[in-house]
């Protein structure tokens, strides 16, 4: 993974810190900054473009990722929706005996914006779903109260795989500050600070 | 003979009686909201992992050792209804548990300024219990652990132990 573009990421920070130093000629005003900040952990909301499972994913297999919602920081789209990027398996087991169930764990790690990576981090499945999606169903309770009536049958209970279908919704941030070109039209008038994301038109 | 059939039907309705005085009880304590437990940030730069437990009867005898994969010493162990937190550099970690039958092993990607959490459960083995770990969330953890309590601090290794008895 190419390192964040630190340079540009230096250059916003807050003008402010610049200015509390004390020097010995009187210096200009420093300009406000030219780009606009996506600061990090910035949430995302991103869509997982491939079937995945704790039966048929492997540890360590990679799968496509996609940007829902446009990001707008001042009122400027800086990553629009439909890009895509990248995820990671990270765990993944297959649902075992005694009730085990199948369990997998997913990162998001990267959006290609042309040829800038935007790294990523904090992958969660949407909250209603993410217990059901991030471990299969569970029968351990069931197995150990088989084998305590019915003998050992119990312990061949099986547990039950997650699956993750191709579309699913997830939440990811991004990892880094990302500075991006203020569009020339803005520079002289720069809008709220604020960031804002808009869902992707089908 | 009066006395006795008085007893009798006493003790037959004590049961029910119980029965019907126990969900009140347990609705006053869920109402008051005691033993909510407050999970501390991590510290700066940091990730953390709460590892928990839940009672229960089954393989209540036997412990939950939680090792980082291909460490000796383990970092902590986890007996029926307790938990203890991990703090970590952030990135991926493999834990395992270990039982006479089998071991168990998971690995999460541990995330700055983040806690995630890990349940362990004993299931149904040929001969003893087997500890197995799985991801969870804190959803999951604050509904079916109600009232958790930290580990011993001898049943920790020094570096967890210093997070959780400070």
Redesign the interface.
Known sequence: MPAPPEATVEGAAPAAEAATETRADPAPAEPAPAGLLLPR?TPLIIAIEKELGSKISL?GETFPIRLVKAVSVEGVEVLPAGITGQGEV??A?KAGL????G?L?L?ARYLDLGERRIAL???RFM?AG??AL??GQ?N??V???T??LAG?I??FIGGGNTNVLPGTIANARTRNDELFERPAAQAAAPADPQVATREENP | MKKLIAAAIFAAAAPLALTGAAPAALAQAKAAGEGELTIPAPPPGKGQVLFYRTGGL??AALGCAVFDVGAEDKLSSLDAGKYFVLVSDPG?RSFTVKSLETKDA????I????TQFVRC?I????MSG?A?I????E??FRTKHKNPKLVDAEDMSAAVKATNYP
Request: proline share 5%.
């Open positions: 952990t540890t990270v765990h087991k005694a009730g085990a169930a369990e764990v990162a981090r904090s992958f909250e993410e217990i991030g471990k569970d351990t309770g197995s150990n109260v084998t305590a050992p119990g312990f | 089954s393989g991926p998971l690995t999460l990607e995330e700055e300024g983040e459960k299931k149904t083995g040929f087997r197995d799985g991801p969870s969330t959803t999951e």
